[in-house]
């Protein structure tokens, strides 16, 4: 807990904590661990008003327990899982995405990852996040936000999926609607962003169309490898813990992420628009 000050809470004035401090207590663990009686008699204090001091600090600074039947029903309501609209990778994932994780898709081409309707290894990977993004849009109608940042995505790929899914033009249009698209080339920029969504879902901010429910990163080595020099074999490592920080601030329980990792070749990155 932290360390007595003026301020600190109703009633605790400058001359009560040097009082305090003269006598040891310094920190609030101090004071609401110490005899009340003694303290109020050895530094001329009021002993109500040391109780009342106690009590207010205790409600500030406590941690109250919660009733597991309670945590379990928020828990319900506030998590989801949401299926992927591949039957196979459902499957997988047992039962599909859950919100509230980092749902992490690693492995390079030619490795045996998933691929999806029989596509080339190289574009297994967004076909996957483009898969997601039209079910999750379309079929669930909820948003996604997808961080492009190897310029994978492709609209006309995009609508050819939910064209597939559903003749009517307008049900297609409005699933578009709500797939926004960032595109970010370097790791900073996609830090921005990450630390834009998270103010953004932590005021719960919501659009015409419904809360944000699914993040689509792709990829993660798009940005991360430049930066490492490139040299790094990527598609057979496990989950990096440098992560943890990104997934503490994307994912509350009400969200998921989608991130994947496979090597960038040169010229499908826009540091390398001049190889050819």
């Not at 064209?163 to 297609?172: G, H, K, L, V």
Request: hydrophobic fraction near 40%; charge should be negative.
């Amino acid at each position: 807990m932290g360390v007595l000050r003026a301020g600190l809470c109703p009633g605790l004035t400058q001359d009560m904590v040097q009082l305090l401090r003269s006598r040891g207590i310094k920190t609030v663990v101090d004071l609401v661990s110490a005899d009340l009686e003694e303290v109020a008699q050895k530094c001329g204090l009021s002993y109500k008003a040391l109780v009342a001091l106690r009590r207010v600090l205790l409600a500030q600074f406590s941690a109250f327990p919660f009733n597991g039947a309670d945590l379990y029903e928020e828990l319900k309501t506030s998590t989801a899982i949401l299926s992927t609209g591949i039957g196979s990778l459902d499957k997988l994932l047992d039962a599909g995405l859950y919100t509230g994780e980092v749902t992490e898709i690693v492995g390079g081409p030619g490795s045996g990852k998933t691929q999806v309707h029989m596509r080339p290894a190289a574009g297994g990977l967004v076909e996957v996040c483009l898969c997601v993004s039209a079910h999750v849009a379309h079929g669930l109608q909820q948003n996604v936000l997808y961080i492009d940042s190897n310029g994978g995505f492709t609209a006309s790929r995009i609508l050819q999926l939910l064209q597939a899914r559903t003749p009517d033009e307008e049900e297609q249009a409005g699933a578009l609607q709500r797939i926004q698209v960032v595109r970010a080339f370097d790791i900073f920029q996609m830090l921005d962003m990450i630390q834009d969504l998270r103010g953004t879902v932590a005021q719960q901010v919501s659009s015409s169309s419904g809360t944000l429910k699914v993040v689509i990163v792709d990829s993660v080595t798009a940005v991360v490898s430049p930066l490492l020099g490139g040299q790094q074999r990527e598609g057979d490592q496990p989950h990096d813990p440098r992560q943890g920080h990104w997934e503490a601030q994307t994912c509350p329980r009400t969200l998921l992420e989608l991130c994947t990792q496979h090597p960038v070749s040169p010229g499908c990155h826009q540091r390398h628009r001049s190889i050819r």
